[in-house]
């Protein structure tokens, strides 16, 4: 499969233009059939196929790559609809603009938005082009089929290429309905399939946004005050450029750029820069990890709304047999991708070219062309492949930097951020404090539950929450999927000394963890085996409301999901003493059914995770192998989760390194096997579901093996003394 450089959406128009006469078809993505065509005309769709008359497929990919395996996943999917060889489909990277106004890449919704829009564009330009065929032949389109990139008609044994048809094709009518491929049929979807760009990053010909480069190009290393909000008083720019590469030092709004020839003139300029500088630390100095601590935990937190469902909870509370009470942390989480942020712009008389890796090319653009008071058209954004993101580059804060950078320089400049810029000024994963209440009724199961989530949160005090907001915040926590009479949960909100973004798993890693790790203590509480226990509630009823969008939970697909883990880890099976199984389940947003058991030993003050089992229900597995891969990646997000924290000392971060953020090793990856249940609904997303369930499984194994109960993470040897 032949991979092209980004292309803009001048770059697009001009090939189509020299492929004249060739099939364009569109679709706008997230809007499952509203596929549409034209005779040589343009659209405005998201994302492109076309058939030029050589015959190749062009598919622009409006998603970014950051080794979830899109730009192999969505080839697949055009292939097999339209009869080609995956090999001959090649990619051209989409920027932002008219027909590409929705390229963000998080949320787990690459496949999700775009199978069936794709799916159903794919089959309609195939029906197209035997139509076309048809016509030239003067025979029924039944009589002829596509295959390998050609239209066959048996009987009289003759063939014509797609390259030979497109022209023709293109003038025809967009089928509204076209027959897609049955499930049956597919010889390219379901198949495991090594991802397209493996084989360049390897060899190091990769293009990442640090590989690029321009013509007169310089680089850049920003200064940022070490206590978020602080800005600089004073420096003596002549420190820096007393360094032998340096040009320049120019205040942006981030804090200070030292622009060189160079990245280590600028790292150099920017080391003898900070000793002269003043700051105005703000009203986050002097905050430190247990003040936030004692934040979250005060009456004074204010409260965002309550989200409930069923009966009366206190009444429910108080009528129960028992009742059960516990309290959850969760850490403030940083990022850490393998590449630090990174982002190169050239700057000119009103117009703007950016090369970056980003989640969201649509924002960049957006705030790039604010910052430089021009239009947004002004503003070309090339996406780049990233080395992991995780949430983190889906924001703007690093591509604004280059822009600042480039307008003072008057140059193309690259900013590069070093390991603790980006440990020590990420957009983190909020830390939370969680507050559950149970009932238990004279069998043991649960009446009612009252969930409190009180977060870290950058909203300020008089904006209030929305509907939608709410349901944000409590994902994972409002949608429990359990049968239980009455539900309450509750969202309330501490002011953040740290900015804030989206961390793979988002809000329902820490709600997961809260939800699944108590539901083990009513569990044992009722003498309940924490397996039975759930599937029991599954199984009661058919759906529950579901999270931030209100889908659903399908407790059935749930409750299949979590037998399904079961059996393949051997649940029923005793683990010896100092060994110990978790057992944790949920729906990602209402989608994506999903449950994991761990398999932990403590050993010598220490733990380690031996095994994870998960089972998932995520609709057609289009790439089997890419299924594994990102539940294997879930795991170890979730056991470097358990590791590590961001804590604060007098307003400053005090991580820097890998050395003080113990992300995984390889040597600590456990055995994870992934049982992918069969299915006919539309692909639901895989990237982010595993993380909270395999977290809170872990949890739950640890406290089976030691008998002390976590509720608390990262999980620190002291824990687990006296086990």
């Known amino acids: 499969m032949s ?86 489909v090649e990619l051209v990277q989409a920027s932002p603009g008219p027909d590409f106004q929705d390229l963000g890449t998080f949320g787990s919704r690459s496949l999700r938005t775009m199978y069936l829009p794709l799916t159903t564009a794919a089959a309609a330009a195939r029906e197209m082009l035997v139509a076309a065929a048809a016509a030239k032949w003067s025979v029924e389109p039944a009589s002829c089929r596509a295959e390998n990139g050609r239209v066959m008609h048996p009987v009289s044994q003759r063939s014509l290429s797609y390259g030979e048809l497109a022209s023709a094709a293109a003038r025809l009518p967009v089928p509204s309905s076209p027959a897609l491929k049955p499930k049956s049929q597919f010889r390219l979807v379901g198949k495991d399939r090594r991802r397209v760009d493996g084989p360049r990053i390897v060899a190091g010909e990769a293009v990442f946004a640090g590989d690029v480069r321009r013509p007169g190009m310089k680089f850049a290393s920003v200064v940022r005050c070490p206590v978020t909000g602080g800005k600089p008083r ?161 924001q703007p804060d690093f591509v604004l930097d280059a822009v600042e950078a480039s307008r003072a320089a008057k140059a193309p400049v690259q900013v590069v951020w070093t390991r603790a810029d980006d440990l020590r000024h990420d957009a983190y994963h909020s830390a939370t404090l969680h507050r559950v209440r149970a009932g238990l009724d004279a069998s043991g199961m649960p009446a009612a539950w009252k969930h409190t989530v009180v977060a870290a949160s950058n909203r300020p005090a008089s904006e209030p929450m929305n509907e939608e907001g709410l349901r944000a915040v409590l994902r994972g926590a409002y949608d429990v999927p359990y049968a239980i009479g009455a539900v309450e949960v509750s969202a309330a909100e501490a002011s953040s000394p740290l900015r804030l973004g989206a961390w793979r798993g988002v809000q329902h890693n820490h709600n997961v963890f809260a939800t699944e790790c108590f539901f083990d203590e009513l569990a044992r509480a009722a003498g309940k085996d924490p397996l039975e226990y759930r599937i029991a509630l599954l199984r009661k009823e058919a759906s529950v409301p579901g999270g931030r969008d209100g889908a659903p939970v399908d407790r059935a697909r749930l409750a299949s999901a979590l037998a399904l883990a079961g059996e393949k880890a051997r649940w029923s099976v005793a683990l010896p003493k100092g060994r110990g199984r978790g057992v944790a389940c949920a729906s990602y947003d209402g989608r994506t059914p999903a449950a994991a058991i761990a398999e932990v030993t403590l050993d010598r003050g220490g733990w380690r995770v031996d095994r994870v089992v998960c089972a998932v229900d995520c609709g057609i597995a289009v790439n089997p192998m890419g299924i594994r891969a990102q539940t294997e990646g879930s795991v170890a997000w979730a056991l470097s989760g358990l590791g590590t924290e961001i804590t604060l000392k007098n307003g400053r971060v005090e991580q820097s390194s890998y050395s003080d953020f113990p992300i995984l090793r390889f ?56 086990a």
């Open 234 to 394: 004073s420096w003596d720019a002549e420190k820096a450029k007393a360094v032998a590469g340096v040009r320049l030092v120019a205040a942006i709004s981030s804090g200070l750029a030292v622009v060189a020839d160079d990245t280590w003139s600028a790292f150099q300029g920017r080391e003898a820069l900070e000793p002269t500088i003043v700051w105005d630390e703000g009203e986050n100095a002097g905050v430190s990890s247990a003040e936030f601590l004692a934040r979250l935990s005060s009456p004074n937190a204010r409260t965002a709304g309550t989200l409930k469902r069923g009966g009366d909870v206190e009444a429910a509370l108080r009528s129960s047999a028992r009742s059960l009470e516990a309290e959850y942390v969760y850490p403030f989480q940083a990022h850490a991708p393998l590449e630090p942020m990174c982002a190169l712009a050239d700057v000119g008389a009103g117009r703007c070219e950016i090369w970056v890796g980003t989640q969201h090319p649509n924002r960049a653009q957006d705030e790039a062309a604010k910052t430089l008071q021009i239009p947004a058209s002004a503003v070309t954004v090339h996406v780049t492949l990233l080395g992991g993101g995780f949430g983190r580059k889906s």
């Open 3 to 88: 991979a092209l450089l980004p292309a803009t959406r001048r770059d697009f128009l001009r090939i189509t233009a020299i492929s004249a006469g060739g099939l364009v078809l569109g679709i706008r993505c997230g809007r499952p059939g509203e596929a549409q065509g034209s005779q040589g005309g343009d659209f405005r769709p998201n994302a492109w196929i076309r058939v030029d008359p050589s015959g190749k497929v062009f598919l622009t990919v409006g998603k970014s790559e950051m080794g979830q395996g899109v730009r192999t996943s969505l080839p697949m999917i055009l292939a097999e609809q339209l009869e080609v060889d995956v090999e001959q």
């Open 667 to 722: 040597r600590d990856m456990p055995k994870v096997e992934t049982h992918i249940v069969a299915s006919e609904a539309a692909p639901s997303g895989m990237g982010e579901p595993p993380v909270p369930i395999a977290l809170a499984a872990i949890v739950n194994a640890l406290s089976a093996a030691s008998g002390r109960r976590l509720r608390r993470v990262p999980v620190k040897p002291e824990d687990l003394k006296g």
